[in-house]
């Protein structure tokens, strides 16, 4: 059965609240070195695909952003992300088949209601 069409919003200066969970409840971040890799990996892709990071949380087998795009789409940043994060997870612990459980959840976020910087839980 084909999953979903995603909701395709694409509009500079849109913020989203981003979270990814790791397929079926397992840790995508195993050791400090992985939690630090993850925000090397930020940095790397707001270079690539500029884009203003307003939070972020990085959980066992969870991540939260907040992202605020600036001109490409949320979805080429994330893919790049984790894309990138996946091919290093692989290359040092080994495995196969999906890291990440479905695709990443993606919610516009109106700053007129909240604010310039939002809060997020």
Do not use: W
Not at 86 to 98: A, L, M
Request: charge should be positive; proline fraction near 5%; charged fraction near 25%.
């Amino acid at each position: 059965m084909p999953r979903k069409a995603r909701e395709n919003i694409i509009a500079p200066g849109l913020l989203y609240h981003i979270v990814c969970r790791g397929n079926n409840k397992r840790r995508i971040f195993r050791a400090g070195r992985d939690y630090k890799k993850m925000l090397s990996i930020l940095q790397e892709t707001k270079k690539d695909y500029p884009f203003y990071l307003f939070s972020y949380i990085l959980m066992p087998n969870h991540y939260h952003f907040g992202i605020e795009t600036i001109e490409l789409p949320i979805s080429k940043i994330m893919h790049q992300i984790n894309n990138k994060y996946v091919k290093y997870f692989r290359h040092r612990y080994g495995g196969f088949g999906h890291l990440f459980q479905e695709r990443y959840f993606a919610k516009v976020i109106d700053k007129e209601k909240q604010g310039r910087v939002p809060f997020f839980i």
